[in-house]
């Protein structure tokens, strides 16, 4: 089945409740973090842009995971994580710009497209606005 709204994504198993979990989330996030600060130290090229992108890609879902598991959610797919962006964390803007990062991944990493050093640069801008506002409310919450 392919989820079309969180609600599928409950019903079809590939969202489900677990214990919150506060040290996973906080390991989830400072992995994130580190692995950011490793990425910022390159020169993005033609020839690496791609690779910087899913990096940050990548650290754009764990901060996504932790919040989702503060929430006491282990989400199985991407399409559910945006799901869970748009209609969990009530944000379509972060929603339309999470789908648009996930789509350009898609494209290099399934369907073996390349990607120009502008279009990696406009998407890693796109990853780092949602990770700063979902990585503060993880923050937020890890701090209560």
Known sequence: MKESSWNDCIFGNKAVKVSPDRQKSKSLVETAKERIEFVKAIVITEKNARFVFEDYYTSLIEVVHALAIL????????????????????????????????????????????????????????????????GKAVDLRLKK
């Open 71 to 134: 929430d006491g959610f282990k989400i199985e797919n991407h399409v559910c994580l945006g799901f869970y962006i748009k209609e969990v964390q009530k944000s379509e803007r972060l929603f339309l710009l999470f789908d648009s990062c996930r789509y350009a991944r898609n494209s290099v990493v399934y369907y073996g497209k390349s990607m120009e050093m502008e279009t990696a640069k406009i998407n890693i801008g796109k990853a780092v606005v949602i990770i700063n506002e979902l």
